[in-house]
C-alpha cells in the first residue's frame, strides 16, 4: 500500500536560524527551499500528489485553493512535475507522481471547475504517473442505500457528471497513447450507489479507482463503502483512497486491497491540531501524539498584540517572558532544567495567550490546567531526544516548539516520517 503525500508547496529554509528566527541570509523562496523528500532520509512518503486546483485557478470559482503563481504553474508545466518537485533522479524516478482535481476547491459549484480535455493536457504536460478524471464530491453518505429516485436532483447530477467525465476523460487518454495510468473516480450518495459507480467505471475500461467524498465518514462507515465495492468489482482492480482523513486507522484497512491513498494529516497537524502536534511511535506498536510547546513571537500573535495595543500589557514585559520560556526548553533539552520549572516558564508565557479572549477567568483557568497537564507529559516523555529522524537530529527541541513555519513544518516532515515508517512496520513491508 502506497502512501502520497498531497503536495501544496510544503518546504522549508534548510538554514535557517533558530536562535535568531532569521531566514538563512539571501534565501529565495522555493529556490533556497526543501521539501521533505529532500531534507529526509528515506523520503517520508511514496509518492506525491498534486492537485490541479493548487495549481490552476479555474474560470469562475471564488474561494480559491490555488498555491502556485502563474509563474510557477507555466514552469510546472515546462519543466514537468518531477523536475519542479525536484522528485526525480535514481532516488525518485519510480516514485508516483498522481494528479487530481482537487474537488473541494469547486465543490460549491454546479459542475467541475475542469473539462476532461483540459485536465487530460494538464497531467501530460506535467508527467504525471497517474491521473483522476474530474469528479464532483457528494457529501452525504447515506448509509441505508436509499434508492436513485428518493435523493435529490442535486446529488443525481453529481453522480452522472462524475461518470459522463470519467468515459470522455478515459478516451481521450486512450486516444493520447495512454501518457499516465487513468484513475476513475467513485462519487456516490451511498455505500451501494459508489459500489454501482465502481462497477461502471470499471465496464467503462478503468483498472484504477479513486474512492472521493471519505472525508467527513467515520471508520465503520468507510468500511460499509469499501466492503460494497470490493463486492462489485473485480479482485485485481486496483484502489486509491482520495484525501484519507483516517491515515492514522490504516491498519483496520488492510483487508480492502487498497493500492495506495493520499493524505495530508501528518503534516497539517503538526500546526493545525489543539493537541496531536507530534507524532511518536506508541510501545504497543500504535501511533502516540504528543501536544507541541506553544510559545509564538509575541510580535507576530495577532492576540498578544491586540492585548498590547489595548494596554493590558506591556510589550517588554510579554518579550522577557517569551525570551525566558525560550531559554528554560533549551536548558531543559541540556539536561539544565528541570519539568517543573520549564513547565512554569512556558505556561507564564501561555497564560498571555488565553487571557483576554472574552472567556471568564474560571473558565480561562480550566484551560490553562488542561494546557499545562498536556506540556507536562511533553516533557516528561521527550520524544524528540529519542526520534532519529533528520528533522529531530538536525534541530533537538527547536521541533516541539510550536513557533514560526519553519519549525512547524519541520514537525510535520518529522510527522509524515514517523508515519511513513509506522505504514510499512503495521503492513509488514520494508521501508
Ligand atoms: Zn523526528
Excluded at 491521473?131 to 429516485?149: A, R, Y
Excluded at 465496464?203 to 462489485?232: H, N, Q, S
Excluded at 528554560?328 to 539544565?336: I, L, S, V, W
Aim: charged share 25%; proline share 5%; glycine share 8%.
Amino acid at each position: 500500500m502506497k502512501f502520497l503525500y498531497s503536495d501544496t508547496q510544503d518546504y522549508v529554509d534548510p538554514g535557517y536560524d533558530f536562535l535568531n528566527d532569521r531566514s538563512s541570509p539571501g534565501r529565495e523562496r522555493y529556490w533556497s527551499d526543501v521539501y521533505a523528500h529532500e531534507f529526509m532520509q528515506p523520503a517520508p512518503y511514496d509518492g506525491l500528489l498534486v492537485s490541479m486546483s493548487a495549481v490552476r485557478q479555474a474560470t469562475g470559482v471564488a474561494s480559491s485553493k490555488v498555491r502556485y503563481s502563474t509563474r510557477e504553474e507555466q514552469r510546472l508545466l515546462r519543466d514537468g512535475a518531477r523536475r519542479f518537485l525536484r522528485y526525480g533522479g535514481p532516488r525518485f524516478k519510480d516514485a508516483m507522481l498522481m494528479g487530481d482535481c482537487g474537488a473541494f476547491a469547486y465543490v460549491e459549484h454546479p459542475v467541475p471547475a475542469y473539462l476532461p480535455e483540459e485536465v487530460v493536457e494538464f497531467y501530460t504536460e506535467a508527467g504525471f504517473t497517474h491521473g483522476v478524471s474530474p469528479d464532483h464530491i457528494i457529501f452525504d453518505c447515506d448509509l441505508s442505500n436509499p434508492p436513485e429516485k428518493a435523493v435529490e436532483a442535486a446529488v443525481r447530477q453529481r453522480f452522472a457528471i462524475t461518470l459522463a467525465n470519467a468515459e470522455a476523460f478515459l478516451g481521450l487518454v486512450r486516444r493520447e497513447g495512454m501518457p499516465f495510468e487513468p484513475l476513475g473516480p467513485v462519487q456516490g450518495w451511498s455505500p451501494k450507489s459508489m459500489a454501482e459507480a465502481a462497477h461502471r467505471l470499471e465496464r467503462m475500461g478503468y483498472r484504477y479507482l479513486a474512492i472521493g467524498g471519505l472525508v467527513p465518514l467515520k471508520v465503520d462507515a468507510i468500511k460499509l463503502v469499501l466492503t460494497a465495492i470490493r463486492e462489485r468489482i473485480k479482485p485485481e482492480t486496483k484502489i486509491h483512497l482520495l484525501g484519507f482523513a483516517k491515515a492514522d486507522s490504516i491498519r483496520e484497512f488492510t483487508d480492502f486491497g487498497i493500492t495506495s491513498f493520499d493524505s495530508t494529516s501528518p503534516l497539517i497537524r503538526a500546526f493545525k491540531d489543539e493537541k496531536a502536534n507530534y507524532y511518536s511511535e506508541g510501545s504497543d506498536g500504535k501511533l502516540a501524539y504528543y501536544t507541541a510547546i506553544r510559545i509564538p513571537q509575541a510580535i507576530e500573535n495577532a492576540r498578544l498584540m491586540q492585548g498590547v495595543k489595548r494596554g493590558a500589557f506591556s510589550a517588554e514585559d510579554l518579550h522577557l517572558r517569551e525570551r525566558r520560556a525560550l531559554d528554560e526548553m533549551r536548558a531543559f533539552d541540556r539536561g539544565a532544567s528541570t519539568v517543573a520549572a520549564t513547565l512554569d516558564a512556558v505556561m507564564d508565557y501561555h497564560q498571555f495567550l488565553v487571557r483576554g479572549d472574552g472567556n471568564g477567568a474560571e473558565h480561562q483557568d480550566k484551560g490553562l490546567d488542561k494546557t499545562a497537564a498536556l506540556v507536562q507529559r511533553t516533557l516528561e516523555h521527550r520524544p524528540w531526544k529519542e526520534c532519529g529522524c533528520d528533522v529531530c537530529r538536525s534541530i533537538g527541541v527547536e521541533v516541539i516548539i510550536f513557533r514560526s513555519s519553519n519549525r512547524n513544518k519541520r514537525r510535520g516532515f518529522h510527522n509524515l516520517g514517523v508515519y511513513h515508517r509506522h505504514l510499512r512496520k503495521t503492513l509488514g513491508e520494508a521501508a
